[in-house]
């Protein structure tokens, strides 16, 4: 499975970005979508996800009621909305799935079986 991220780029604080990350991957709609991010110098976190298709999603609380994850099973895309940005949002955010993942480990890195690239976000303030 290949997972391709796209949408990263600078903006000020205050402002907005939408990320998409598309898999290659013929389940869809039966994998686990996760975003985390890494900050330089930090461990990668958690930030939103979705255990399935039919699960509501998950936030970290730093970014609950600013961004919001969707996914679009017929394009084998998810989403990341992120509004109101702040320069502490600045990171390289990653897209995360995985078939196998139980509910209880949403949150863990190691729990992924596959990984995207990256996409830089940077916010000015």
């Known amino acids: 499975v290949q997972l391709v991220e796209s949408g990263g780029g600078s903006v000020q604080a205050g402002g907005s970005l939408r990320l998409s990350c598309t898999s290659s991957g013929r389940t869809f709609s039966a994998y686990t979508m996760t975003w985390f991010r890494q900050a330089p110098g930090e461990d990668r976190e958690f930030v939103g996800g979705?255990?399935?298709?039919?699960?509501?999603?998950t936030y970290a609380d730093s970014v609950k009621g600013r961004f919001t994850v969707s996914r679009d099973n017929a394009k084998k895309t998810i989403y990341l909305q992120m509004n109101n940005l702040r320069p502490e949002d600045a990171a390289v955010y990653y897209c995360?799935?995985?078939?196998?993942?139980?509910?209880?480990?949403?949150?863990?890195?190691?729990?992924?079986?596959?990984w995207g690239q990256g996409t830089l976000v940077t916010v000015s303030s």
């Open positions: 979705v255990f399935r298709t039919g699960y509501t999603p």
């Open positions: 995360a799935a995985s078939s196998t993942i139980i509910l209880s480990s949403l949150r863990i890195p190691s729990a992924y079986n596959w």
